[in-house]
């Protein structure tokens, strides 16, 4: 069964910096698709960036993107220039194929100014 | 419509009562997802529906709960006899295509008391 994990239960770091979320995950397929979710606190999930796993190259949407490590089966976010509007909860989640997603526990961040 | 639209925002069931929760996705949107989210916890799939059919219920936690999309559209989940453990948040996302993420709801907050 596939899992993801999110070591980091709480992430804090000051406005106009950058701060790296971590992901892991395993998984046998080599079919699959990478997701980060952010959660504030209206509840709605917002997706902020996907991978596609045939891809070598690094998804980037404005000021976020990503690490993504295939044999090593990690998939960090990175956030460039923090903003106040960026504290929510970050969900990184997997999917197969036409699958389901599976998400991790979540990550807590705080952007302090 | 523009969005996911779920009702409602909250609900306070007694122990023991039925409940119906509703999602209206996005337009032309073929996939229909329920999440159900505890506190603290990342969101875990509960079923899926391609259309009006429902392709994968391997989620749902018990007989107690059940969901249907009898048009392709609007889908209800509903939780017969509410136990506390039923405490969540239940999100609806759809999809037009599943690779290219889902769109969520701002879910609706289930108390049981």
């Known amino acids: 069964a596939q899992t993801v994990t999110q070591s980091q239960p709480e992430m804090s770091v000051q406005e106009a910096e950058t701060v790296t979320l971590s992901c892991t995950y395993d998984?046998?397929?080599?079919?699959?698709?990478l997701f980060w979710y952010k959660q504030p606190p209206s509840r709605q999930m917002i997706l902020v960036i996907r991978?596609?796993?045939?891809?070598?190259q690094n998804a980037t949407e404005n000021r976020f993107s990503v690490n993504f490590q295939k044999a090593a089966k990690s998939f960090s976010l990175k956030i460039s220039d923090s903003q106040l509007g960026d504290t929510a909860m970050y969900f990184c989640?997997?999917?197969?194929?036409?699958?389901?997603?599976?998400f991790g526990t979540g990550t807590r961040l705080q952007v302090f100014p | 419509g523009a969005g996911v639209s779920q009702s409602p925002r909250y609900k306070v069931a007694k122990r023991g009562q039925d409940v119906a929760l509703r999602c209206d996705p996005i337009?032309?949107?073929?996939?229909l997802f329920w999440y159900q989210q505890a506190l603290g916890q990342g969101p875990e799939f509960l079923t899926y529906f391609q259309n009006e059919a429902q392709l994968d219920k391997s989620g749902l936690p018990s007989d107690r709960f059940f969901a249907e999309r009898p048009e392709g559209s609007v889908s209800t989940l509903k939780i017969q006899r509410t136990q506390q453990e039923d405490s969540a948040v239940y999100l609806c996302a759809s999809s037009l295509s599943q690779g290219l993420g889902y769109t969520f709801g701002s879910g609706t907050r289930l108390t049981v008391v």
């Open positions: 989640a997997f999917m197969r194929g036409t699958d389901k997603l599976i």
């Open positions: 991978q596609e796993a045939y891809k070598q």
């Open positions: 337009s032309g949107h073929v996939s």
């Open positions: 998984t046998s397929e080599s079919n699959y698709y």
